[in-house]
């Protein structure tokens, strides 16, 4: 099983989460970043229908991949 960390970080004049090098939108304060992190861990923790999902990787590469459903991370949130 993997495991996904978020982390709370400083970014464009407010507060973000990244994973992997990419950024969620911006959030005024550092307790609504990690707020919208835990939000997202722990939908991602969800087992659910296997999708196709695409993302954007730090480099600006954009992957396609096919996610089972039932495969899903171990995550948590720092910050």
């Known amino acids: ?3 996904v ?4 970080v400083q970014h464009e004049d407010g507060w973000a989460y990244t994973v992997d090098g990419s950024y969620s939108e911006t959030f005024r304060s550092h307790d609504q970043a990690l707020a ?3 939000r997202a861990a ?4 969800v087992s659910g229908d ?3 999902i695409v993302y954007e990787d730090a ?3 954009v ?4 996610s089972e459903g039932a495969d899903r991370p171990e995550t948590d949130v720092r910050g």
């Open 63 to 66: 992957h396609e991949e096919l």
């Open 5 to 8: 960390t978020y982390r709370i």
């Open 42 to 45: 722990g939908e991602q923790r």
């Open 1 to 3: 099983m993997s495991h």
């Open 50 to 52: 296997t999708h196709g």
């Open 36 to 38: 919208a992190a835990r």
């Open 59 to 61: 480099a600006g590469v």
